[in-house]
């Protein structure tokens, strides 16, 4: 059977006041796509690779950058029909200017061009907020199951075993979307704690229910401010004939999260700065990680406010580390200084303008690997300079970057959530509600375009099902 793969994935926070454009995303062509997931192991499979764009969370795509993937990626699926399915690898939550959800738009050509028959599977992040359109417009929507994400890889052969299936048996999968009117910042479901442990534990029982190929619950993404923003579950019916079920399903599993909303907290109880830094200056764990909730460049966050930077020189925090912040010129006016020079420069607070303003520091550059990155010893307080939107989260990049965490005090993470090393590297984690991109004091951020009333901006009001 012969199957066309590509996507484009974005995560999109629209209250960044910067832009995606088409430098920040990465392509891959062709062949190239093959080598991404284990796709040559489906040896039944002739595959038509097109084009895979991904870009790191960040402000709304520019609608020039999009439609340039867009074209191309339609172009060559066009070139590589006639095929037996398309295998979409998408995120959900990508909002372009000008056009609005990347996604439906994608969705709606490429179903012009193949067709009603020829099947579509789609595999998606749970941090993607799915619209009827798309639900609409695919044959099978299938998302992540974790977060911190570890299954993306399986959510994306889960999707290639369905399309598959519909392809050998002529099935015609219905997708039921069930959208409940709450949102949730990503932090406050991670996937291994109460209440989203036990509420994906049923994502399980209701897939091996007859008549139901599939079952994903999308907790959505809270930073992007848009009409279809909003929790969502979706059955996937084997055929029209198992549609009822799968929304009698996807009610009941509905029902059962707005029940437990008021469960849904951060794994960490987010402290405000003056506090965060007290704590972690008290705290007689080393290291102490302070997560800078509100600047987490995982979810779009600008990666250069320097509010937990400047609270730490004030108390005179010594043996600490700022994993990082972004300042292409900083890093650049370092490496022009050189190792061991001292600098004295305007750091951070260029991108979000909003939030923050630039430091003005003095400091000696203890590391430089240009144009990546460089290190700079602020008082006692060392601070990783990068020149994109980045943080450092395993122990080979510190160690690449010349610098030791297990031997820091206090490390101040751009993150929400630790995910990968910083997990273990934390002998004890402070979350700091700081200002940002990505605050999670959600209810403070001004939002005009989700449907309304949604929990937690509204209190209360009567469920409702959309
Ligand atoms: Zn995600």
């Known amino acids: 059977m012969r199957i066309i793969v590509g996507g484009i994935r974005h995560e999109t926070n629209?209250?960044?006041?910067?832009?995606t454009g088409i430098e920040d995303f990465q392509i891959k062509r062709g062949s190239e796509i093959l080598s991404e997931e284990p796709w040559l192991d489906f040896r039944e499979v002739e595959w038509a690779p097109t084009l895979l764009a991904y870009a790191f969370p960040h402000g709304l795509v520019e609608e020039r950058a999009y439609l340039s993937l867009k074209s191309e990626l339609i172009n060559?699926?066009?070139?590589?029909?006639?095929?037996?399915?398309?295998?979409?690898?998408?995120?959900?939550?990508?909002?372009?200017?000008?056009?609005?959800?990347?996604?439906?738009?994608?969705?709606?050509?490429?179903?012009?061009?193949?067709?009603?028959?020829?099947?579509?599977?789609?595999?998606?992040?749970?941090?993607?907020?799915?619209?009827h359109e798309l639900a609409e417009k695919t044959d099978v929507l299938t998302g992540f199951r974790t977060a911190p994400h570890v299954d993306s890889t399986q959510t994306k052969v889960r999707a290639l075993?369905?399309?598959?299936?519909?392809?050998?048996?002529?099935?015609?999968?219905?997708?039921?979307?069930?959208k409940l009117p709450m949102i949730l910042p990503g932090e406050f479901?991670?996937?291994?704690?109460?209440?989203?442990?036990?509420l994906y534990g049923r994502l399980y029982e209701i897939e091996h229910v007859n008549g139901i190929i599939d079952t994903s619950l999308?907790?959505?993404?809270?930073?992007?401010?848009?009409?279809?923003?909003?929790?969502?579950?979706?059955?996937?019916?084997?055929?029209?004939?198992?549609?009822e079920k799968a929304?009698?399903?996807?009610?009941?599993?509905?029902r059962e999260i707005w029940a437990r909303r008021r469960e849904f907290a951060p794994e960490v109880t987010p402290l405000p700065v003056d506090e965060a830094i007290e704590a972690a200056l008290r705290s007689r764990d080393k290291p102490v990680l302070i997560s800078d909730t509100g600047d987490n460049v995982t979810a779009g966050g600008a990666g250069d406010t320097v509010v937990l930077l400047e609270k730490l020189l004030q108390a005179e925090a010594a043996n600490a580390l700022v994993d990082?912040?972004?300042?292409?010129?900083?890093?650049?006016?370092?490496?022009?200084?050189?190792?061991?020079?001292?600098?004295?420069?305007?750091?951070?607070?260029?991108?979000?303008?909003l939030n923050s303003h630039p430091l003005s520091v003095e400091g000696?550059?203890?590391?430089?690997?240009?144009?990546?990155?460089?290190?700079?010893?602020?008082?006692?307080?060392?601070?990783?300079?990068t020149s994109k939107r980045r943080v450092l989260t395993t122990l080979k990049e510190f160690e690449e970057a010349g610098v030791n965490p297990l031997k820091k005090k206090i490390i101040v993470v751009k993150v929400g959530y630790l995910f990968s090393d910083l997990r273990q590297i934390a002998k004890k984690n402070i979350w700091a509600l700081t200002p940002g991109f990505t605050s999670l004091q959600i209810e403070k951020l001004p939002y005009t375009r989700v449907k309304r009333p949604i929990y937690p901006l509204d209190e209360e009001f009567e469920y409702y099902e959309s």
């Open 364 to 385: 000696i550059v203890t590391y430089v690997d240009y144009p990546k990155l460089a290190v700079l010893r602020v008082d006692g307080v060392e601070v990783i300079v």
């Open 218 to 243: 999308f907790i959505g993404c809270a930073w992007s401010d848009t009409p279809n923003t909003s929790l969502s579950v979706v059955v996937v019916a084997g055929g029209r004939e198992y549609g």
């Open 76 to 131: 060559c699926i066009d070139a590589s029909l006639p095929a037996d399915g398309v295998l979409l690898d998408l995120h959900g939550a990508m909002e372009v200017e000008g056009i609005g959800s990347g996604e439906v738009d994608l969705v709606k050509s490429i179903r012009e061009i193949v067709g009603v028959n020829t099947p579509t599977a789609v595999s998606l992040d749970l941090h993607g907020n799915i619209s």
């Open 14 to 19: 629209t209250f960044s006041t910067l832009h």
């Open 161 to 178: 075993m369905h399309l598959m299936e519909c392809i050998k048996k002529g099935l015609k999968p219905l997708n039921i979307i069930v």
């Open 324 to 353: 990082g912040i972004v300042d292409p010129e900083a890093v650049f006016m370092s490496a022009q200084a050189g190792k061991g020079a001292r600098v004295s420069l305007d750091l951070g607070g260029k991108l979000d303008r």
């Open 247 to 254: 929304r009698n399903m996807a009610r009941s599993l509905a």
């Open 189 to 198: 479901a991670v996937t291994d704690m109460e209440p989203a442990r036990s």
